[in-house]
């Protein structure tokens, strides 16, 4: 794996945190992201103690224990994740998407938890949470249901104040009742007919909000596509300066290698094709202009590590998407060094998710997510020594 380079700060300069705990292990790994994204010492020990006080007392949780409860942000139950999101031409964006709640008694005592933590950052930073107040009644009733209750995202910005996102579950109230949920709540946010242009979906996953500085503030809704064929996956976006066929196609092709008929050619256990999604495909819809319906932002993301052996191969396959992009991949590679020690070749799901993103009045963004791996290390499909054989090295 590449090493961090020098002028990432190193943990003599940021200070060094118990990485015996799961605050001290994602604080550190805070640390050193933030300087692969540009931003001060100053500024990543801001966001690296902000981390920490979000997770409330689950942070001094020792990782000697198995974690608290089964966060669904990551495969090892870790209740933080990271990302970086890339743009042609400047250091990429590092955000953080954690879970406030983790460790609650109850899924209505993790809502509340992320609530109040939430209201707190707002008035830590000055913004308003008037949108989702509108909106508690939808996404917190008394007994709610589903894997998550409330996620809360934060972009990292140069000066110690980030945007910050909070994600819903629009199945609070039963998986049944989430169309319903999810057209309310557009509805209340000026979006009136909005509902009606977004694709047909498996399950809608998230309902998410923009809160704070943003110049466009979105709401965005997340969609799940299981099975689905290349061609059908380019048709998902309904924004009317969205990717072509062409664009998603390739996009897929490269995250997974999977042909224009959504199947993979044979993989380097040398088995037979497989099909485009195992976990599913997922589409995001965001909307800023209250009077048309039709969306304004368009994400496909792909859980590359339900269909590539190890992160080696993730690794690479990003590092040909964001070349595709003329984009730098070498953040991506400092990035992996910083939050592990093990190689790419040793587990997989260390890169999660790999997505295309395109927002109206911007140049598309190919977005990163890194799991934290604070508890454990998926196994990779086959052995590194297997897989190389297999793939002729």
């Not at 066929?245 to 897929?252: H, K, P």
């Not at 990003?318 to 070349?323: G, I, V």
């Amino acid at each position: 794996m590449t090493a961090v380079p020098p002028h990432i700060p190193g943990p003599e300069s940021v200070g060094d945190p118990d990485t015996g705990t799961l605050g001290g292990h994602t604080a550190r790994q805070l640390l050193r992201l933030g300087g692969i994204a540009g931003l001060s010492a100053a500024d990543s020990k801001v966001y690296a103690r902000t981390l920490v006080e979000a997770l409330g007392p689950v942070a001094e949780r020792p990782l000697r224990l198995p974690p608290a409860d089964s966060s669904f942000i990551s495969d090892d139950h870790t209740p933080v994740e990271f990302s970086l999101s890339f743009e042609p031409g400047t250091a990429p964006t590092l955000r953080v998407l954690l879970e406030p709640g983790a460790g609650a008694a109850d899924p209505a005592e993790n809502g509340r938890t992320g609530l109040r933590v939430l209201r707190r950052l707002a008035d830590r930073w000055g913004f308003s949470t008037a949108r989702l107040d509108e909106l508690e009644d939808l996404f917190f009733p008394p007994a709610p249901k589903g894997p998550l209750a409330l996620w809360c995202a934060l972009e990292l910005r140069p000066g110690g104040v980030p945007r910050v996102k909070a994600y819903l579950n629009p199945a609070a109230n039963g998986a049944k009742h989430a169309a319903r949920t999810v057209r309310k709540a557009l509805k209340r946010l000026g979006h009136r007919h909005a509902f009606k242009t977004l694709p047909d979906g498996d399950r809608h996953l998230f309902f998410a909000l923009d809160l704070g500085d943003w110049a466009e503030p979105r709401v965005k809704v997340y969609l799940a596509h299981h099975e689905l064929s290349a061609p059908q996956a380019a048709g998902l976006t309904q924004m009317a300066d969205g990717p072509d066929a062409g664009e998603i196609e390739e996009f897929l092709r490269i995250t997974t290698g999977a042909d224009a008929d959504g199947v993979a050619g044979p993989g380097a256990d040398g088995r037979p094709a497989r099909r485009l999604m195992r976990r599913p495909l997922q589409s995001c819809h965001a909307f800023t202009d209250r009077q048309t319906s039709l969306p304004t932002g368009f994400t496909l993301y792909v859980p590359v590590r339900d269909h590539l052996p190890h992160d080696g191969e993730a690794l690479a396959r990003a590092t040909d998407l964001l070349k595709r992009y003329g984009m730098d991949p070498a953040p991506l590679h400092h990035a992996l060094a910083a939050v592990t020690s093990r190689q790419p070749e040793d587990g997989v799901g260390l890169v999660a998710y790999l997505g295309l993103a395109h927002q109206e009045g911007r140049p598309p963004r190919i977005m990163t997510y890194i799991s934290s791996e604070a508890y454990e290390v998926r196994p990779p499909a086959l052995p590194r020594a297997e897989a190389a054989a297999a793939a002729g090295r």
